[in-house]
């Protein structure tokens, strides 16, 4: 079964309360939503994903929180940690810290990853090609709209070309897939590495 909620405001509690109502939840979204709590709600929010046994799809935009300081650093951490069949995780202009990047090495079912305008500079670039050396099932790799250089957009499709299986790869809105094809950053063009 699936969960999406959409333009609301929220507060933890409620939202853990429908989400609790969706049977063996497969598929979960949030979309421009804002989150009302504080840091102990967040946490009740994040242990009602660990372990989770059936999520194979989680998809966060926009999401955003009353309460200054807080983010979404601890329930995708756990997410890519403890979930045991998660697939396909999309996060789209929400911010990502480095310790989200390095849970993925940690994530043995992800084969795609979307983090679309989470404000990533050329120094995440880099750690997210180590992590998704680890990764060795992610095969789909979206990093549009962030703050990458050009040449930190090269380094990065040059890291993904030379240690990851990853064979999709979207820079700046441009898709390339399979044996030669081009990964583009802003002014920069270089191979994608086939599985």
């Known amino acids: ?26 598929s979960f979204s949030l979309d421009s939503i804002t989150l009302e709590g504080d840091e102990d709600d967040l946490q009740v929010f994040t242990k009602f994903f660990r372990g989770h046994s059936h999520l194979e ?23 890519l940690i403890s ?17 989200v990047i390095t849970a993925i090495t940690y994530n043995s079912t992800l084969d795609t990853i979307r983090m679309v305008n989470c404000g990533l500079t050329d120094e995440n670039a880099m ?17 549009s709209g962030n703050k990458f250089t050009d040449f930190g957009s090269h380094a990065f499709s040059q890291g993904l070309k030379q240690r990851t299986q990853v ?15 081009a990964v583009k950053g802003s002014a920069q063009t270089v191979s994608a590495k086939s599985a």
């Open 1 to 26: 079964m699936s969960f999406e909620l959409a333009n609301e405001t929220i507060s933890f509690s409620n939202l853990v309360a429908k989400i609790e109502r969706v049977s063996q939840l497969q």
């Open 167 to 181: 064979t999709n790869v979207q820079v700046d809105g441009v898709t390339k897939t399979g044996e030669g094809s």
């Open 127 to 143: 750690k997210l090609v180590d992590s998704l050396a680890k990764a060795s099932r992610i095969t789909s790799v979206d990093v």
């Open 57 to 79: 799809s989680a998809s966060f935009r926009n999401v955003r929180f009353v309460s200054e300081g807080m983010d979404l650093e601890l329930v995708l951490s756990m997410l």
């Open 83 to 99: 979930t045991d069949k998660l697939r396909v995780l999309s996060v789209d202009g929400c911010p990502i810290k480095p310790s």
